[in-house]
């Protein structure tokens, strides 16, 4: 079974992708974190398909931790936003784990593309 980490510091954003994961991707186990720190104790005892993130958590972008994030896991990431800037995009090339940056509400096609990185 395919597994996905979901980090998010909104827990609301928790519970309504969790059942966004079990209509699109059934298939997947997904562990949800709320904070980098614990996303990386998880990381360094196991191994995940794919990493979801949400782009601007509470004291911290998700460019501050993705160079430590990078040493832990080789797993494609993919960052979720309300509003992808052209600041965001650019850094994605400095990033080749950095697959996707989506923005909010994710649309069918987003789902796929998600699974389609796992398959």
Same mark, same amino acid.
């Given at each position: 079974? @395919? ?22 991707? @059934? ?8 904070? @980098? #720190? ?7 005892? #196991?191994?995940? *398909?794919?990493?979801?993130? *949400?782009? #601007? ?6 460019? *501050? ?39 909010? @509400?994710?649309?069918?096609d987003d789902w796929q593309k998600i699974a389609g990185m796992v398959s």
């Amino acid at each position: 079974m @395919p597994t996905i980490a979901y980090l998010d510091d909104d827990r609301i954003q928790h519970i309504l992708m969790k059942k966004l994961f079990q209509i699109h991707l @059934p298939s997947f186990e997904v562990q949800t974190f709320s904070k @980098p #720190n614990s996303m990386e104790d998880w990381l360094g005892n #196991n191994v995940v *398909d794919i990493i979801l993130s *949400d782009l #601007n958590l509470e004291g911290e972008s998700a460019w *501050d931790w993705i160079e430590r994030f990078t040493k832990i896991s080789s797993a494609p990431l993919v960052f979720l936003t309300a509003h992808a800037t052209p600041e965001d995009l650019g850094k994605m090339a400095d990033f080749p784990q950095v697959k996707m940056i989506f923005e909010k @509400p994710l649309a069918e096609d987003d789902w796929q593309k998600i699974a389609g990185m796992v398959s």
